[in-house]
T-cell receptor
């Protein structure tokens, strides 16, 4: 069964600090991995999308890494801001089943001043 | 429109009533997904349409739930005989082809009283 596991479930960090979120997946055959940010009451918004051949991709203060061998990804937030408070969702797409997206449960990040 | 549009944005209905939720995907997008998100929970896959292929209905929680996509564009999610546990935010997403960015609508918040 295709699964996506995220950790931690939640974390609290001080403004200006860095943090790293983890994503492990069993989706196979792998097509791509995406990180989304979901603000409270809003739909998810894409941060990065990576294919098998990509190891790292940045979007401003967000940097995602991918190790397709170990089926792990991370999202690093640098110099956190209050606006980074949100849920971060790891989404993996399989080549089979028409590239249906499998969602992780998300990591809820709270940035405190 | 420029993005995925969902309507209504909010719906309050009495237990036992039927409801219809609408999703207008981005023009030209062949893939359309329905998800739901209960309060404080992750995204739960419901159904997936890809082009003219038979939809993947594996996530529909019961036979009270159904969805259709007319003309490969607009989709309607129907919930019959609503129950209180159906209360959630129902999110729609669309993408162009496979392995490409999926864009989400703002969701429909359904409350069953």
């Amino acid at each position: 069964k295709n699964q996506v596991e995220q950790s931690p479930q939640s974390l609290i960090i001080l403004e200006g600090k860095n943090c790293t979120l983890q994503c492990n997946y069993t989706v196979s055959p792998f097509s791509n991995l995406r990180w989304y940010k979901q603000d409270t009451g809003r739909g998810p918004v894409s941060l990065t999308i990576m294919t098998f051949s990509e190891n790292t991709k940045s979007n401003g203060r967000y940097t995602a890494t991918l190790d397709a061998d170990t089926k792990q990804s991370s999202l690093h937030i640098t110099a956190s801001q209050l606006s980074d408070s949100a849920s971060y969702i790891c989404v993996v797409s399989a080549q089979a089943a028409g590239n249906k997206l499998t969602f992780g449960g998300g990591t809820r990040v709270l940035v405190k001043p | 429109g420029a993005g995925v549009s969902q309507s209504p944005s909010n719906k309050v209905t009495e237990k036992g009533k039927d409801v219809e939720l609408r999703c207008d995907p981005i023009s030209g997008h062949t893939a359309l997904y329905w998800y739901r998100q209960s309060l404080g929970q992750g995204l739960e896959f419901l159904i997936y349409f890809q082009g003219n292929s038979a939809p993947d209905k594996s996530g529909l929680p019961s036979d009270r739930f159904s969805a259709e996509r007319t003309g490969g564009s607009v989709s309607t999610l129907t919930i019959q005989r609503t129950q209180q546990e159906d209360s959630a935010v129902y999110l729609c997403a669309s993408s162009f082809g496979t392995a490409t960015e999926a864009f989400f609508g703002q969701g429909t918040r359904l409350t069953v009283v």
